[in-house]
């Protein structure tokens, strides 16, 4: 998946732009045979139904492709993206480098994860103002009660099978104690058991 051109400034060369997902390139892979470029992810996610370039049509193996050319990577370095919060007022300008990990702790972001002065849960920004911390923790409790209830019963099917292994090992026992006392060739054998 690429970075939404709409956000890039400037004019973006035509070789940057991935085919598959029509954004600019996202850690860009290289056919060593076409030299067509593409995301890393889109190509993987491609050739899972295709072993074709979808440019070309040509054949296109996981071992032809390789990281994209030096002159390529320079090239999307050079992009500047704007924050996709930028519509929320943030002002930032960044590389393609620095806009994954900000996107995720923009303060613009409304699903960015604060955490909640009360009670230190985690939530997303736009969820704060509904978040109530007593139904909130009430889940919690609950969600733990239940995990416990799911324990106490696998241990309890554990006990009872393992009755049962108890059970069949004294039924063999007692079955071979009684053969052997009728059969002097068993008595033999369960000796030397
Ligand atoms: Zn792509
Ligand atoms: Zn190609
Ligand atoms: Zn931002
Ligand atoms: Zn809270």
């Known amino acids: 998946m690429g970075f939404d051109i709409n956000y890039i400034i400037g004019h ?3 070789e940057l732009i991935c085919p598959i997902c029509t ?3 996202e850690t860009p892979v290289q056919s060593l045979h076409c030299e067509h470029a593409f995301c890393r992810v889109c190509i993987e996610k491609w050739m899972l139904l295709k072993k074709q370039c979808p440019v ?6 996981p071992s032809h492709l390789a990281p994209a050319s030096r002159l390529m990577r320079n090239m999307l370095g050079r992009l500047q993206i704007r924050c996709p ?3 929320n007022d943030c002002p930032l300008i960044l590389s393609l480098d620095d806009y994954r990990a900000h ?3 923009c303060q613009f972001n ?4 604060v955490e909640c002065k009360n009670c230190l849960m985690k939530v997303p920004k736009d969820e704060l103002p509904d978040h109530n911390c007593i139904i909130e923790l009430r889940k919690i409790v609950q ?3 239940t995990e416990i209830a799911v324990l106490k019963h696998s241990q309890g099917d554990h006990e009872i099978r393992f009755g049962y292994k108890i059970r ?3 039924f063999l026992q007692y079955y071979l104690a009684a053969l052997r006392s009728t059969s002097p060739f068993l008595r033999n054998v369960g000796n030397q058991l």
């Open 23 to 25: 954004d600019v390139l």
């Open 12 to 14: 973006v060369d035509e």
């Open 103 to 105: 996107v995720l702790i």
């Open 168 to 170: 069949d090992l004294e």
């Open 56 to 61: 070309d049509r040509s054949e296109l193996l």
């Open 85 to 87: 919060f930028s519509e």
């Open 110 to 113: 409304p699903k960015a994860i």
């Open 143 to 145: 969600d733990q009660a």
